[in-house]
């Protein structure tokens, strides 16, 4: 099992959006064997994803998951349990914009899922 980690600030914006992106990519090419989380370097664990941030991932046309978002604190123990961390901070952080804020940094973040995808997939 593959286990890859998107990092940013708070876990409520980019770092969800990208792990719902990018499951979401791994669920539409039948690939169970890689798995996607988030968490938050100054994250407050248990707050859900942004509501602005989930109206860009349906904008986008990406499928939300069942289990609503719940914020995560970045630990050294969970750094060490995933294979790939990805650090999201040099993106855009959305966080107090408007949806088309959101909707930009949610395209950017689907065309950085697709890139890695395909990296770790050699496609």
Do not use: W
């Not at 499951?23 to 664990?45: P, V």
């Amino acid at each position: 099992m593959t286990k890859i980690l998107f990092i940013c600030t708070g876990n409520i914006c980019r770092s969800p959006m990208a792990e719902v992106i990018f499951n979401n990519i791994c669920h539409k090419n039948k690939r169970k064997d890689i798995i996607a989380k988030s968490a938050g370097t100054h994250a407050e664990n248990g707050q859900p994803m942004s509501e602005l941030a989930r109206e860009a991932l349906l904008k986008c046309g990406e499928k939300l998951p069942k289990t609503p978002h719940k914020s995560t604190l970045l630990t050294h123990n969970l750094m060490q349990k995933h294979q790939k961390i990805i650090d999201l901070r040099t993106f855009l952080d959305p966080f107090g914009g408007d949806l088309d804020t959101y909707i930009r940094v949610c395209k950017q973040l689907q065309i950085e899922c697709e890139r890695l995808y395909n990296e770790l997939c050699k496609t």
